[in-house]
């Protein structure tokens, strides 16, 4: 998978030389490439902005310079790209976001600052036949999109194949194949601060544990995301054995 962003800040994307999306970076599973938009621009201020029509406050990105970046991104292979941008105003990112966006051969994320980047780049690229995806990571406002770049990518990378070591893990996780959140989870030492393990967890009985862990599971998830279990479908419930 390639991802490529574009951004007035690469060195924020720096955390993404590290851990397991740093890794498969230098193992070739993911081609991750940042550029900066002022690379694109032509004045000796480099400037990437005006005020806004209409009036308001603040600065809004011009298209021009937007388009000249997103040309030369979009514009290699592979054929098919999906232009990621993350901004308040967009579709809720979710797990089920990732997912699909993970089954992508070729992400290009821009990341607006000031007032945001002009509505008719993504116009633009959508009416060329462009996938486009305007993806909020939840109801408050950053400075900039490079944060929600960085927690999207890490949400996405992690699910390309060979990314993680044990793929099995990704399926209890919160938000998994179950649509409920993880259940709490433990290790030695077996008494801390006074608090001990579910005895549960201690007995080797692997059914028992697995019926603890599910019941956990829609303990959790009825008491902190009640949405999430009205969401719930009746299959998943029967293939999870799954019990409200
Ligand atoms: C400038 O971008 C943002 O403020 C932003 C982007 C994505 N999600 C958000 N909740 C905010």
Redesign the pocket.
Known sequence: MRIDVVTIFPDYLAALDLSLVGKARRTGLLDLRVHDLRDWTTDRHRTVDDTPFGGGAGMVMRPDIWGRALDDVLGGPPAQSRLVV???S?E??TQRHAEALAGEEHLVFA???YE?IDARVAEHYRAAGVPVSE???????????????L?MIEAVARLVPGMVGNPESLVEESHGAAGLLEYPVYTKPPEWAGLEVPEVLLSGHHGRVERWRRDEAITRTSARRPDMIEALDPATLDKHDLRL
């Open positions: 993350p901004t308040p967009g809720v990112f990341c607006g600052r945001g993806l909020s990571i939840g109801d408050y406002v950053l400075n900039g999109g490079e944060v929600a770049a927690v």
